[in-house]
């Protein structure tokens, strides 16, 4: 069944089908793209409500929905992250660790801060990759690069936050 | 730091769940999206789609009646305008994975720098092409109807005739010589549309510097340009 053509027809199962579907690995990637969490539930919601407008250019025959929605959350979160000019970074919330997690907390805000600082594109290459597990050919699609293009902005994201994260490595064998 | 210990360090990073509220507030705005687009639900449900889509129908029927008694190159003789040339052209836009479509087919022409259009049609889209060459028509008889009371600049007049003068260029543009395009030369400028795509059009001085190809490209982060949409002339046709 084509949820998103039905969805457009006003099917309100089928729209609601694809949001449960979907919306969870979107909102993670929304989340990790612009580091706030009110940003990454605006974006969610815009995305779904893109799919059904007029001027949408979603072909199933040209690519999975899934892979069209993420494509949506990325240039979305750019604008935002344009608009806020980086406010996001500082916007990396937390919640108050118990005593004896406050190291991994550090740790957690320390990988936040070192994700959101890769370039745009190694940063959402990156988080594909590693957070969601998508195959790299997806990940071409979603960022509009060649395959060789991911590879190589991977790999550079992977170096850069290496040498970032090097002096955790050492925290987090002895938080084991 | 190996690529295990790294993949655990990132692992550190979790994200909150969502908040109830967004399943619900797409839900709403699912229902609200569907208010607006269907307005027979709000005015009075079948009857006014009916009378819409009888309209529409009849609207169209006319359109298509009028598109094919009257042949383009007709419908121009009643106009008050002077049209020495038309342009037949071909847009098609580009997909991420390099796939292309032909989105829509042009028939215009140029009047004091103003690109005016004859009608359009949409290939496998023969509703839509119908609904557009009647909403074509009736703008261009609106156009034409209007011109004898359209008080035009003066200087705006004298800026355009110099332009064309000059080999389509103004002041401070940088041009370079294009390829020839059905039979004309062009000249070719670039220039930067807003969000950074790049474009280029090449004008033909000999037809009033009517862009006779038109293409816009998106900078990678490689530095490359990947083509997102060009328009090209398929055919001039030269009136008496």
């Known amino acids: 069944m084509d949820l998103p053509r039905a969805a457009r027809k006003g099917d309100e199962a089928a729209f609601l089908q694809l949001f449960d579907e979907h919306h969870w690995p979107l909102f993670r990637f929304a989340y990790r793209l612009t580091g706030s969490r009110a940003d990454a539930e605006d974006i969610v919601q815009e995305c779904f409500l893109q799919l059904l407008r007029p001027e949408c250019s979603y072909n199933s025959r040209r690519a999975e929905v899934r892979t069209y929605l993420f494509g949506i959350v990325r240039n979305q979160s750019l604008k935002r992250l344009r608009r806020n000019d980086g406010a996001g970074l500082s916007s990396v919330g937390f919640s108050p660790s118990p005593e004896g997690q406050v190291l991994r907390a550090e740790l957690e805000a320390a990988v936040a801060r070192a994700v959101m600082q890769l370039p745009e594109t190694q940063r959402a290459v990156l988080i594909l990759a590693h957070y969601e597990q998508m195959p790299l050919a997806e990940i071409a699609k979603v960022v509009g690069l060649e395959l060789g293009a991911v590879k190589s902005r991977l790999q550079r994201a992977r170096n850069g936050l290496k040498e970032k994260l090097a002096i955790y490595a050492t925290d987090l064998e002895r938080q084991r | ?240």
């Open chain 2, 1 to 240: 730091m190996n690529d295990q210990e790294l993949k655990d360090i990132l692992d550190a990073w979790d994200v909150p769940p969502v908040t109830g509220s967004l399943r619900q507030n797409v839900r709403a705005r699912f229902a609200a999206s569907l208010e607006r687009e269907l307005p027979s639900k709000r005015w009075g449900g079948w009857f006014t789609a009916k009378i819409a889509a009888v309209t529409v129908v009849c609207l169209l029927a006319l359109g298509l009646f009028v598109n094919e008694a009257v042949p383009q190159v007709a419908k121009m003789d009643f106009l008050l305008l002077n049209v020495p040339f038309t342009v037949d052209s071909e847009f098609t836009r580009y997909a991420d994975d390099g796939s292309s479509s032909v989105e829509m087919y042009t028939t215009s022409f140029t009047h004091n720098g103003y690109e005016v259009l004859l009608s359009r049609s949409f290939p496998d889209q023969p509703f839509r092409t119908g609904l557009s060459q009647v909403m074509d028509w009736i703008g261009l008889l609106m156009f034409d109807i209007s011109l004898p009371f359209s008080k035009g600049s003066g200087k705006q007049e004298t800026a355009r005739t110099a332009f064309i003068k000059n080999g389509c260029t103004a002041s401070g543009q940088i041009v370079s010589t294009g390829e020839a395009i059905l039979g004309y030369r062009t000249v070719v400028i670039h220039y930067n549309l807003p969000d950074d795509p790049r474009a280029t059009l090449w004008m033909a001085p000999d037809l009033a510097c009517f862009g006779l190809k038109f293409i816009i490209e998106k900078k990678q982060s490689d530095g490359t340009f990947h083509l997102l949409q060009t328009r090209r002339a398929i055919r001039v046709n030269l009136r008496q």
